[in-house]
C-alpha cells in the first residue's frame, strides 16, 4: 500500500480537476468534490462515486437542490497502487470517471474509453 497523508491525496484529487478541460468544467452545473478516507463497507475497494442528477436527466423540475456529490475515496486509491504516479494516473481515472457520470455517460462507455 502506497503511503500519503489525506492532504497530498487532496492535491492529487485538485490536480486531477486541473487537468480537465476548460470547456468542460464551464458546463459543470451544481457539483461538489469531496475526498473520503473510506467508501460504505459493502463497497470496500470503490474508488470513487457520483451522487446526483445527470445533467442530462435534468428538466424545467430541477431547482433548488442540493449539489450533485462526487467523492473520492483515498484508502482504496492507494491499497491499489505501488507507486505515486500509479496513484496519479488512477486519481486522474477516477475523477474523470465520476465527472463523466454527471455528464450522463453510463459505465459501458467508460469502459470502452478506458476510464473503467
Known sequence: MLEMTREEFEELVAEALDRIPPELTRLMDNVAIFVDDEPS????ELLGLYEGTPL?????????????????????TLRM?????????ET???????IAHHFGIGDARLHALGYG
Do not use: F, K, M, N
Not at 442530462?56 to 431547482?63: D, K, M, P, V
Not at 497502487?81 to 494516473?89: H, Y
Open 56 to 76: 442530462t436527466e435534468r428538466g424545467e423540475w430541477y431547482a433548488g437542490v442540493l449539489p450533485d456529490r462526487i467523492t473520492v475515496y483515498r484508502g482504496p
Open 41 to 44: 463497507s459493502d463497497q470496500p
Open 81 to 89: 497502487c505501488g507507486s505515486r504516479e500509479q496513484a496519479v494516473a
Open 92 to 98: 486522474e481515472i477516477t475523477v474523470v470517471h465520476e
